[in-house]
């Protein structure tokens, strides 16, 4: 989201805003969505969660890579390694659980 500035000219700028002004911004928005009224008396109002989903919702949102930023071939074929071993380490580890008496998944209070 961006506040377009009249500069008195043709042209509009473009301003960001910051994080939390966009939070606010989406909050606004959302509290503007029609809501149907809530039926169970018992149940969390929907205008509560508001600040919860404009919140998660700016996390989700995609951040550009800084400037004069280029993915390195290197590191990305370094981290593809590193995930692939992290994985058949995981996997070991499974195996190791898998192996263990009721016993000891009890001693760790392990639930599978």
């Known amino acids: 989201m961006a506040v377009i500035k009249n500069t008195g000219e043709s042209r509009r700028e473009r301003t960001p805003l910051p994080w939390d002004e966009k939070c606010v911004a989406l909050e606004d928005a959302i509290r503007r969505l029609p809501i149907a009224p809530v039926q169970d008396p ?33 590191a990305t074929a370094t981290a593809k390694r590193e995930l692939r071993d992290l994985s058949a380490n995981a996997k070991a580890l499974g195996d190791v659980i898998d192996r263990l008496s009721k016993t000891a998944h009890d001693a760790l209070n392990f639930r599978p």
């Open 42 to 74: 018992q149940a969390m109002a929907y205008s509560d969660l508001i600040p919860g989903i404009a919140r998660d919702l700016m996390l989700m949102s995609p951040i550009d890579p800084p400037a004069g930023y280029a993915r390195k071939p290197a």
